[in-house]
Nanobody, 130 residues
Framework: QERLVESGGGLVQPGGSLRLSCAASGFSYMDNYVIGWFRQAPGKEREGISCVSSYDRSTYYADSVKGRFTISRDIAQNTVNLQMDSLRPEDPAVYFC??????????????????????WGRGTQVTVSS
């Protein structure tokens, strides 16, 4: 059974940094998949912010985080990390990672659409406050 677990959330001051991790388990070594990071603030829709392919490492970023966030894969640890720098007051949310199984590459902004994803983690809270 495929499973995703997020970690690394917490409280940070504006301008600070956090590193989120998404640990994957139960995936077949033959699976190709895209891992996406999403966030949802209270009263708002779930927003796709970044994604990476397990096959060709293609990536994509939403405009809201481009230049501030960096997504990466750690093959040895079987994790996908999201380095978040220059955090802003508008960044607080619950951050989720998700997997779209069977996709070989990232097709631009399509990877930011939540309905394409098959497996979801439970999320980790990020708070930005002085």
């Amino acid at each position: 059974q495929e499973r995703l677990v997020e970690s690394g959330g917490g409280l940070v001051q504006p301008g600070g940094s956090l590193r989120l991790s998404c640990a994957a388990s139960g995936f077949s070594y033959m699976d190709n998949y895209v891992i996406g990071w999403f966030r949802q603030a209270p009263g708002k829709e779930r927003e796709g912010i970044s994604c990476v392919s397990s096959y060709d490492r293609s990536t994509y970023y939403a405009d809201s985080v481009k230049g501030r966030f960096t997504i990466s894969r750690d093959i040895a640890q079987n994790t996908v990390n999201l380095q978040m720098d220059s955090l802003r007051p508008e960044d607080p949310a619950v951050y989720f990672c998700a997997a779209e199984i069977g996709r070989h590459t990232v097709h631009g902004s399509l990877c930011l659409i939540p309905t394409y994803y098959d497996v979801w983690g439970r999320g980790t809270q990020v708070t930005v406050s002085s």
